[in-house]
C-alpha cells in the first residue's frame, strides 16, 4: 500500500515562509503527477500547484511568484515552499500523487492534510 505523510505545517505572519514536505511510501513503481490541495474554513477544496514527471510546474494564480512547487524523486517526496504568505493562504494543505504500483496499477493518492496559519 502505498502512503502519503506531510510535514512542515504551521504558524507563520503574514509576509513569512512555511516549506511543506510530502512524502509517500510504500509499493511504489514510479510516480506520475504530483499535486498540492488546500481547504480553508467554510470553502471548497483548491487546486494549489502541480509538478508532473517531467517536472513541469504549474500553479493557481493567486500563488504564483510566491510558491514553489519541487519534486524529489529518489526520496519519493514533493516540496512546496511558500514565501510571501497572506493571511488568504491560510487553510489546510493536503498532498496528493499519482502513483504507479508495482503490480503497474494506478491510484491517486491523498495525504492526511497539514494546517497552515498565516496570522499576526
Known amino acids: 500500500q502505498v502512503q502519503l505523510v506531510e510535514s512542515g505545517g504551521g504558524l507563520a505572519q503574514p509576509g513569512g515562509s512555511l516549506r511543506l514536505s510530502c512524502a509517500a511510501s510504500?509499493?511504489?513503481?514510479?510516480?506520475?503527477?504530483m499535486n498540492w490541495w488546500r481547504q480553508a474554513p467554510g470553502k471548497q477544496r483548491e487546486w494549489v500547484a502541480g509538478i508532473s514527471s517531467s517536472t513541469t510546474t504549474t500553479y493557481t494564480d493567486s500563488v504564483k511568484g510566491r510558491f514553489t512547487i519541487s519534486r524529489d524523486n529518489a526520496k519519493n517526496t514533493m516540496y512546496l515552499q511558500m514565501n510571501s504568505l497572506k493571511s488568504e493562504d491560510t487553510a489546510v494543505y493536503s498532498c496528493?500523487?499519482?502513483?504507479?504500483?508495482?503490480?503497474?496499477?494506478?491510484?491517486?493518492?491523498w495525504g492526511q492534510g497539514t494546517q497552515v496559519t498565516v496570522s499576526t
Open positions: 496528493n500523487m499519482v502513483v504507479r504500483s508495482i503490480a503497474r496499477s494506478v491510484t491517486s493518492v
Open positions: 510504500g509499493s511504489i513503481f514510479s510516480i506520475d503527477a
